[in-house]
């Protein structure tokens, strides 16, 4: 079974450019999880999905980023106009959704390294 | 809200020893889960070991076993008979039970020397 996919790996773009990344969930699991990994850092949760909706979306800042996961299965994360402080590992995982007690395993993608110069 | 902080930054060990790494959190909640997860260069997560708060015995999976203390809010990482493939980040992660969000800490980076 193919596990979570990311394209691309790797991007480098100037500031102020826009830049998308694209996440492809495990078949069937029905969260997904976009987070940022900054260097030297643990990853920190920039927005969750339950289906198509976004349920936690805190940490997201609104002003630049935006995500969208139509049909409930891929998911794009965008940053316009990015800037130099936003090169990091964004990372996207997903699991088959957990219950009130019920823990489900979240697997990650390898992330795509965004290089802002 | 809750924290995690790993306190070593870096650490190495002789292949074939043993080693543990240290991990504490701070929460408001009763029920939750910890977790290790390894990161190597590749940068995928993967999921080390799991432990369930309510549960007392520590988990144990193959050479990796945990130290957790409740009370104390501490949950090591021990990794007995360190193999050159375990050399990665290691993070500490915390859930609250039902809330579905990872919190992690800062990460140790492990080198195993042959």
């Known amino acids: 079974e193919a596990g979570v996919v990311q394209s691309p790996r790797y991007k480098i773009i100037e500031k102020k450019q826009p830049v998308a990344f694209w996440c492809n969930p495990i078949?069937?699991?029905?969260?997904l999880y976009w987070y940022r990994q900054n260097l030297g850092q643990g990853p920190e949760l920039l927005i969750r999905?339950?289906?198509?909706?976004?349920?936690?979306d805190s940490q997201l800042p609104k002003d630049r980023f935006s995500a969208e996961r139509l049909k409930g299965v891929d998911s794009t994360l965008k940053i316009q106009p990015a800037e130099l402080g936003d090169s990091a590992v964004y990372l996207c995982?997903?699991?088959?959704?957990?219950?009130?007690?019920?823990?489900?395993?979240?697997?990650f993608g390898p992330g795509t390294r965004l290089t802002v110069l | 809200a809750q924290t995690v902080t790993q306190s070593q930054p870096e650490m190495s060990v002789q292949e074939a020893e043993t080693v543990t790494l240290s991990c504490t959190y701070d929460?408001?909640?009763?029920?939750?889960?910890l977790f290790w997860y390894k990161q190597p260069p590749s940068r995928q997560m993967i999921l080390v070991i799991r432990?369930?708060?309510?549960?007392?015995q520590n988990a144990t999976e193959n050479r990796f076993s945990v130290n957790f203390q409740k009370a104390a809010k501490s949950f090591s990482l021990k990794i007995s008979d360190s193999q050159l493939g375990d050399t990665a980040m290691y993070f500490c992660?915390?859930?609250?039970?039902?809330?579905?969000?990872?919190?992690f800490g800062t990460g140790t980076r492990l080198t195993v020397i042959p």
């Open positions: 995982a997903s699991n088959i959704g957990a219950g009130e007690s019920s823990y489900n395993e979240q697997f």
């Open positions: 078949s069937g699991h029905n969260t």
């Open positions: 999905y339950e289906n198509e909706e976004a349920v936690d």
């Open positions: 929460t408001s909640e009763s029920n939750y889960y």
């Open positions: 432990q369930e708060a309510y549960k007392q």
């Open positions: 992660a915390f859930m609250s039970a039902g809330a579905n969000n990872l919190f």
